[in-house]
């Protein structure tokens, strides 16, 4: 589709490979979570929701708001072109066929930005709303752990509890490990894919700001802009928010040691 673009207007190279590239990466996506198929189904069954109404509910949310995405964009992309008169949209989702019918064109119109945009940016953005929510399921874990160390008395805070807290940490860096190992290449990719689009909407916006008969490229922009660039900033802020609680969770049990050891507490024996 975009090769159309190009040979009428050379000076969208840099644009159409951008765009070239994202969907791309998406089709790798889905074949890397394909062979992972197995670990991700593992990884979701042993993550367990500490606060699961909350969590299950923002999921929800989240994922309700990503499967109507497509046809937000869809119509949004048709009534532009109808209101602004551009004919880009049908330019490179006809392979510039000329098409007199207009019901006919406007429903492939619908039908093809709604098939693009489901391959890009919305099955990615899935994967990412997966992935985020392992990884905010995790950071509650370790926060929850925070929280229930920090009530527990330093006369209460004995070696058979600091090693059942301890197991708990340690189970949960195995976990996160685990994850790191099975799903760094996917969200990699997914990354990059997010990255490479949103250099190809600045230059879109660049391209086609100031001329005329460029709504349909705007309209594209603006959803574009909601539905890649608010997916890579949670990608990056959520998996940041576990090492905050693990230095959290490791400051809250020095301290209750601390305390326990300058209260004049000696540690009990353990007899084998």
């Known amino acids: 589709m975009y090769v159309i673009v190009i040979k009428i207007n050379g000076c969208e190279i840099k ?60 119509l949004t992309v048709l009534m532009a072109s109808e209101v602004g008169g551009d004919e880009r949209g049908f330019l490179y989702l006809f392979y510039g066929i000329p098409m007199s019918n207009k019901m006919l064109k406007s429903f492939i119109l619908f039908c093809k930005s709604f098939i693009c945009y489901l391959l890009f940016p919305t099955y990615s953005n899935f994967i990412i709303l997966t992935f985020c929510v392992i990884f905010y399921d995790s950071s509650l874990s370790i926060r929850n752990l925070s929280q229930e160390v920090e009530r527990c008395p330093p006369q209460e805070f004995t070696t058979g509890i600091q090693l059942k807290y301890l197991t708990c940490r340690r189970k949960i860096l195995k976990m996160l490990d685990e994850l790191q190992a099975n799903f760094s290449l996917v969200c990699f990719i997914a990354c990059a894919g997010h990255f490479s689009h949103c250099f190809a909407l600045i230059t879109q916006i660049m391209l086609y700001s100031f001329r005329e008969n460029a709504l349909t490229s705007l309209a594209d922009s603006a959803i574009n802009l909601i539905n890649v660039v608010i997916p890579l900033i949670l990608m990056f802020w959520i998996p940041e928010q576990i090492p905050l609680e693990m230095e959290n ?8 040691y601390e305390m326990r050891a300058s209260s004049g507490i000696v540690s009990e024996k353990i007899y084998s």
Do not use: Q
């Open 15 to 74: 644009w159409a490979l951008e765009r070239i590239i994202s969907v791309t990466s998406s089709i790798v996506l889905m074949h890397s979570v394909i062979r992972k198929r197995y670990e991700i189904t593992v990884a979701m069954k042993r993550v367990e929701f500490m606060d699961k109404t909350m969590s299950e509910k923002k999921a929800n949310i989240l994922a309700g708001f990503i499967l109507v995405s497509p046809f937000i964009y869809s």
């Open 249 to 256: 969770l490791n400051k809250i049990i020095r301290c209750k």
